[in-house]
């Protein structure tokens, strides 16, 4: 090579990683992806993954299918299989958490080869890690070994972040796979996703190299692109349209290293306000390239030639929703206590409900008064947040394609329509009728398989609650971090306490796991008392959360507040203590009630601003109560509520409701029901059904994971036992499915 000559080359995952270990240079910074980076990447991954995998071609020939593009890095070499990353850190080590994550998963399910594939890629050596980053390697040897992490005092951003981004992989792969699919997905990872090296020369060349990319002048985003279009034009209102322009970006600047705002909202200003109704491919269009939808779309925005004054009024609106929008932004980068009641603003960002945005912007018009805004904002986010809290008590999936059907198809058409704060109340209170599923139906939910995220968040708002209400300092935000606040089983892991009441290990499992069997503890005290009996945890209980506290005898002695906030709920019964005697199932039972209505009251429609006027009720007349703005539109039917294999089959009436499923693990046979929705309903425990076939099956197994397609059967008249996989197969070999 030359001086100065840059090459550059593709490279698929299993290339890019054979024995060629990476290393970082002195300017580098520390691991930063967060939460938001990292679920992009795993969501846009299994995304591809599925429309690869559900096309038989592709499956028949793999070599046939497109390659998934992750990008560029920029590397140099300094000597053989050894190189330095000018650019591209944080990929790669996303990259090698995903690959851990998923050789440990290999390794439970016994699939060797798998196991070897990664083995290849996760080290150079079978020893050293491909990406050694000495900071890193505490971490890694945990997460490699199965082990947790204790962050410590001295620990760097890089360690800290490492293991979080480490424990949101690992769930996040259990939620948008299904197990019997990790085979496949790791063959696809290593043999069709590439990324494209650009080579320096040398160490000096790819400093410069990275002060350019860095330091100087950034390429032409959409952003700049749409300006320049709408400046060339507006005519000579240039000077204005530039000005509002620039404050427009100002407003959007809360957080200077965020260098997509922009970009973000005025997608979602367009989503909310532009894109046309029904039309996905608006929306596709408009998050793939928003410069060139604007121009192709002139006519429907009325950017025409012949009116200038159109394209200053479009941006405008921009700079005006921008103002009205910036409190929003605000809060869902962290909760401020200053009246605005936005916190919901928040939870939504954290429980992965971005899209609220342009919900919220679909609610408020360029012309609202600045409190108004505040109004119409706050409700659609503590809708969006009901919703969630729901589809979570339900077991019903809370992904983001969930999530984007309800804002697109359902809230935007609908909040369009609304001008005042009292029409997006009412368009609200009406969906809220439509919802459908109680709260109370929830009585035997708990841990299951994915979901520990939102249990913890169940938990954290329930908590947070209380703790209010009988003035005590806490920390919602505190609860929702899995390293300061563990998920307290009351129970240990020892059926051989209990087993003369709960014979059944399965039985056991379940209801240990149950709400009413959890709290939210500090995770230095959990470490301490995990496996004491519950009488003995109690003492311990009592100085933690009123939740966890009021477990122990005389509690709530010398504490009026907590009297009265028993009484104002009517909760004696169930926020009270318990006894040694007290068994396992009266315990759990109990505070599963309890926390079923703590919930009735965090999310009651009235108390949140939408309430339920049902359809018998009337104002007082014969005539039926007036309502602010017309009755909401039904929902756009949905192809299931689950979607699930299992739920195709019962949507495509290949299984009917009420079918029985058989799952053998170590010559037991564990029973179970398929409902009309495609889940899974053990015949030991009953109650809540499991969401997937995954989780019902891991949880008879008394195991981690379970590939349950595989191991679920169905039996006919003659006893022939034939497997959920091979049904399916079978069905979709024939169109059926």
């Given at each position: 090579?030359?001086?100065?000559?840059?090459?550059?080359?593709?490279?698929?995952?299993?290339?890019?990683?054979?024995?060629?270990?990476?290393?970082?240079?002195?300017?580098?910074?520390?691991?930063?992806w967060?939460?938001e980076?990292?679920?992009?990447?795993?969501?846009d991954?299994?995304?591809?993954?599925?429309?690869?995998?559900?096309n038989?071609a592709y499956l028949?020939?793999?070599h046939?299918?497109?390659?998934?593009?992750?990008?560029?890095?920029?590397?140099?070499e300094?000597s053989?299989?050894?190189?330095?990353l000018?650019?591209?850190?944080q990929?790669?080590?996303?990259?090698?958490?995903?690959?851990?994550?998923?050789r440990?998963?290999a390794?439970?399910?016994?699939?060797?080869r798998?196991?070897?594939?990664?083995?290849?890629?996760?080290?150079?050596?079978?020893?050293?890690?491909?990406?050694?980053?000495?900071?890193?390697?505490?971490?890694?040897?945990?997460?490699?070994?199965s082990r947790k992490?204790?962050?410590?005092?001295?620990?760097?951003?890089s360690?800290?972040?490492?293991?979080?981004?480490?424990?949101?992989?690992?769930?996040?792969l259990?939620?948008d796979?299904?197990a019997e699919?990790f085979?496949?997905?790791?063959?696809?990872?290593?043999?069709?996703?590439?990324?494209?090296?650009?080579?320096a020369?040398n160490?000096d060349?790819?400093?410069?190299?990275?002060?350019?990319?860095?330091?100087?002048?950034?390429?032409?985003t959409a952003?700049?692109?749409l300006?320049?279009?709408?400046?060339s034009?507006v005519?000579?209102n240039?000077?204005?349209?530039?000005t509002?322009?620039?404050?427009?970006?100002?407003?959007l600047?809360?957080?200077?290293?965020?260098?997509t705002?922009?970009?973000?909202?005025?997608?979602?200003?367009?989503?909310?306000?532009?894109?046309?109704?029904?039309q996905?491919d608006?929306?596709?269009?408009?998050?793939?390239n928003?410069?060139?939808?604007?121009?192709?779309?002139?006519?429907?925005?009325?950017?025409?030639?012949?009116?200038?004054?159109?394209?200053?009024?479009?941006?405008?609106?921009?700079?005006?929703?921008?103002?009205?929008?910036?409190?929003?932004?605000?809060?869902?980068?962290?909760?401020k206590?200053?009246?605005?009641?936005?916190?919901?603003?928040?939870?939504?960002?954290?429980?992965?409900?971005?899209?609220?945005?342009v919900?919220?912007l679909?609610?408020?018009?360029?012309d609202?008064?600045?409190?108004?805004?505040?109004?119409?904002?706050?409700?659609?986010a503590?809708?969006m947040?009901?919703?969630?809290?729901?589809?979570?008590?339900?077991d019903?999936p809370?992904?983001s394609?969930?999530?984007?059907?309800?804002?697109?198809?359902t809230l935007?058409?609908?909040?369009?329509?609304?001008?005042?704060?009292a029409?997006?109340?009412?368009?609200?209170?009406n969906?809220v009728t439509?919802?459908?599923?109680a709260i109370?139906?929830?009585?035997?939910?708990?841990?299951?398989g994915n979901?520990?995220?939102?249990?913890?968040?169940?938990?954290?708002?329930a908590t947070a609650?209380?703790?209010e209400?009988?003035?005590?300092p806490h920390?919602?935000?505190?609860?929702?971090?899995r390293?300061?606040?563990?998920i307290?089983?009351?129970w240990?892991?020892h059926?051989?306490?209990?087993?003369?009441?709960i014979?059944?290990?399965?039985?056991?499992?379940?209801?240990?796991?149950?709400?009413?069997?959890?709290?939210?503890?500090?995770?230095r005290?959990?470490?301490?008392?995990?496996?004491l009996?519950?009488?003995?945890?109690a003492?311990y209980?009592?100085r933690?959360?009123v939740?966890l506290?009021?477990i122990a005898?005389?509690?709530?002695?010398?504490?009026?507040?907590?009297?009265?906030f028993?009484k104002t709920?009517?909760?004696?019964?169930?926020l009270?203590s318990?006894?040694?005697?007290?068994?396992?199932?009266?315990?759990?039972?109990?505070?599963?009630?309890?926390?079923?209505r703590l919930?009735?009251?965090?999310?009651?429609?009235e108390?949140l601003?939408?309430?339920v006027?049902?359809?018998?009720?009337?104002?007082?007349?014969d005539?039926p109560?007036?309502?602010?703005?017309?009755?909401a539109?039904?929902?756009?039917p949905?192809?299931?509520?689950?979607?699930?294999?299992?739920?195709?089959?019962?949507?495509?009436h290949?299984l009917?409701?009420?079918?029985?499923?058989?799952?053998?693990?170590?010559?037991?046979?564990h029973?179970?029901?398929?409902?009309?929705d495609?889940?899974?309903?053990?015949?030991?425990?009953?109650?809540?059904?499991?969401?997937?076939v995954?989780?019902?099956?891991?949880?008879a197994?008394?195991?981690?994971s379970?590939?349950?397609?595989?191991e679920?059967?169905?039996?006919?008249?003659?006893?022939?036992?034939?497997?959920l996989?091979?049904?399916?197969?079978?069905?979709a070999?024939?169109?059926?499915?």
């Amino acid at each position: 090579m030359g001086s100065d000559e840059i090459r550059s080359q593709g490279f698929s995952l299993k290339e890019l990683f054979r024995e060629v270990a990476y290393e970082i240079d002195y300017y580098q910074r520390d691991y930063t992806w967060g939460e938001e980076e990292v679920r992009t990447l795993l969501r846009d991954l299994c995304g591809s993954f599925k429309h690869w995998s559900t096309n038989p071609a592709y499956l028949r020939r793999p070599h046939t299918a497109p390659q998934y593009f992750m990008g560029p890095f920029v590397y140099y070499e300094p000597s053989k299989n050894r190189r330095y990353l000018v650019d591209g850190q944080q990929r790669f080590v996303t990259l090698h958490l995903l690959f851990l994550q998923l050789r440990l998963s290999a390794q439970e399910r016994g699939d060797f080869r798998a196991v070897d594939r990664l083995n290849r890629v996760i080290t150079t050596d079978g020893e050293h890690f491909s990406v050694g980053i000495t900071d890193h390697e505490p971490v890694l040897r945990a997460v490699a070994e199965s082990r947790k992490y204790e962050t410590g005092a001295g620990d760097s951003l890089s360690r800290r972040n490492l293991w979080a981004r480490s424990q949101q992989i690992e769930s996040q792969l259990v939620e948008d796979l299904d197990a019997e699919n990790f085979h496949q997905f790791t063959e696809w990872l290593l043999d069709r996703v590439v990324l494209v090296g650009i080579r320096a020369a040398n160490s000096d060349h790819g400093y410069r190299m990275f002060e350019t990319m860095n330091d100087r002048g950034a390429r032409l985003t959409a952003v700049d692109l749409l300006k320049s279009h709408l400046l060339s034009h507006v005519g000579e209102n240039e000077d204005q349209l530039n000005t509002q322009w620039q404050e427009m970006l100002r407003e959007l600047a809360t957080d200077r290293e965020d260098t997509t705002a922009a970009s973000r909202y005025i997608k979602a200003f367009l989503l909310a306000r532009c894109a046309r109704a029904g039309q996905d491919d608006d929306r596709r269009q408009i998050d793939s390239n928003l410069n060139v939808w604007v121009r192709q779309n002139a006519a429907h925005l009325g950017l025409v030639p012949k009116r200038p004054d159109n394209f200053l009024r479009f941006v405008q609106d921009l700079l005006k929703s921008a103002r009205l929008f910036r409190p929003f932004l605000a809060a869902g980068r962290e909760l401020k206590k200053d009246g605005d009641r936005l916190e919901t603003v928040l939870f939504n960002e954290r429980n992965g409900l971005t899209c609220q945005t342009v919900a919220i912007l679909a609610a408020i018009d360029p012309d609202d008064r600045p409190s108004d805004a505040k109004d119409k904002g706050r409700l659609v986010a503590a809708y969006m947040d009901r919703w969630y809290a729901l589809r979570v008590l339900q077991d019903l999936p809370v992904q983001s394609a969930d999530a984007d059907d309800l804002v697109h198809h359902t809230l935007v058409p609908l909040l369009r329509r609304c001008d005042t704060v009292a029409d997006v109340a009412s368009v609200l209170s009406n969906l809220v009728t439509q919802d459908g599923g109680a709260i109370r139906d929830a009585v035997t939910l708990g841990l299951r398989g994915n979901n520990a995220h939102q249990i913890r968040y169940l938990l954290a708002r329930a908590t947070a609650y209380v703790e209010e209400a009988c003035q005590r300092p806490h920390d919602v935000l505190a609860y929702f971090d899995r390293d300061r606040f563990h998920i307290e089983h009351l129970w240990a892991n020892h059926h051989h306490r209990v087993d003369k009441e709960i014979p059944d290990a399965v039985v056991f499992r379940s209801r240990r796991n149950q709400l009413g069997g959890l709290g939210l503890l500090m995770g230095r005290e959990n470490s301490s008392i995990n496996d004491l009996p519950l009488n003995d945890k109690a003492v311990y209980y009592a100085r933690s959360n009123v939740l966890l506290g009021i477990i122990a005898p005389g509690y709530d002695q010398r504490n009026p507040l907590l009297r009265d906030f028993i009484k104002t709920h009517k909760i004696d019964k169930v926020l009270r203590s318990f006894g040694p005697r007290e068994t396992m199932t009266s315990v759990v039972q109990t505070r599963q009630e309890l926390y079923l209505r703590l919930f009735e009251h965090i999310w009651n429609p009235e108390r949140l601003g939408m309430p339920v006027v049902l359809p018998s009720e009337h104002n007082g007349s014969d005539e039926p109560a007036a309502q602010a703005c017309p009755v909401a539109a039904p929902r756009r039917p949905a192809p299931g509520r689950r979607r699930t294999d299992v739920a195709r089959m019962v949507a495509a009436h290949i299984l009917t409701p009420g079918t029985r499923i058989v799952l053998t693990y170590r010559s037991t046979d564990h029973w179970a029901t398929i409902d009309e929705d495609g889940g899974i309903i053990l015949t030991a425990t009953g109650g809540t059904p499991y969401g997937r076939v995954d989780e019902a099956g891991a949880v008879a197994r008394g195991t981690k994971s379970c590939q349950g397609m595989n191991e679920w059967h169905i039996e006919d008249e003659a006893g022939v036992r034939i497997s959920l996989r091979t049904l399916r197969d079978h069905a979709a070999a024939s169109g059926a499915l």
